[in-house]
């Protein structure tokens, strides 16, 4: 069945450093990934809508200049954190849609801690 | 702003209980979905509900549509401890963006 991964699993960085974290989908094409954080025991709050191409469509809230987001191409959508914080380690959840049939799939997630 | 409310928040039982978790909206869903979602692992759907009234069975899981499309409930029989997780409903709105309830953390206990 379709894949979606994320790489990394997890990441701990320093603080005021830059993380980026990859989704790609492994056996379809995906113009649209959407991406997700959750902090413990809490729900998915959708944070951006990535398409392939073009620039991505931030949630209300959201620091469009903290979170980049590229999409280059249709397999890989890219999650960048900014000068990371402590108050942004979260899970963050890729979401793919495929292109053809519009199912679509989670990735893993990433565990971002930042110190 | 979440637009669905999950309820309960928590729930902790016995094996062998039964449960349900409820899901609602002041608005119409054109369709709702149900994920589980395990510590550390992305959510996995569970199942598709589009149509009112209607009821889906997947195993032990019974999830219902609510007549007026507003509300959802999933329902669990003789829970087991392999039930254990996080139960999302979730609607999708514009532009196939989904947003999520609030959540419910089940903890089935041997």
């Known amino acids: 069945g379709a894949v979606v991964s994320q790489h990394p699993s997890r990441v701990i960085c320093k603080s005021g450093t830059s993380v980026k974290i990859e989704c790609r989908s492994l056996?379809?094409?995906?113009?649209?990934m959407f991406w997700y954080r959750q902090f413990p025991k809490k729900s998915l709050m959708l944070m951006a809508t990535?398409?392939?191409?073009?620039?991505?469509?931030?949630e209300q809230g959201v620091e469009k200049d903290k979170f980049l987001i590229n999409h280059a191409s249709l397999t890989l959508s890219t999650l960048t954190v900014t000068s990371a914080h402590p108050e942004d380690s979260s899970f963050y959840i890729c979401?793919?849609?495929?292109?053809?049939?519009?199912?679509?799939?989670f990735g893993p997630g990433t565990r971002l801690t930042v110190t | 702003t979440q637009l669905l409310e999950q309820s309960p928040q928590f729930l902790s039982i016995q094996e062998g209980e039964n449960l349900t978790v409820y899901c609602n909206s002041s608005s119409v869903f054109s369709s709702l979905q149900w994920y589980r979602q395990e510590p550390g692992e992305g959510p996995v759907l569970l199942v598709t509900?589009?149509?009112?009234?209607e009821v889906k069975k997947l195993k032990r899981l019974t999830f219902q549509f609510g007549d007026a499309r507003k509300d959802s409930s999933l329902h669990i029989t003789a829970a087991q401890p392999g039930d254990t997780g996080l139960y999302l409903c979730?609607?999708?709105?514009?532009?196939?963006?989904?947003?999520f309830g609030e959540g419910t953390q089940l903890t089935v206990n041997p």
């Open positions: 979401r793919a849609e495929d292109r053809g049939t519009y199912e679509q799939y």
């Open positions: 979730a609607k999708e709105t514009s532009g196939s963006r989904l947003t």
């Open positions: 990535s398409n392939e191409g073009s620039k991505a469509t931030y």
């Open positions: 056996d379809f094409q995906a113009t649209t």
């Open positions: 509900v589009v149509t009112g009234g």
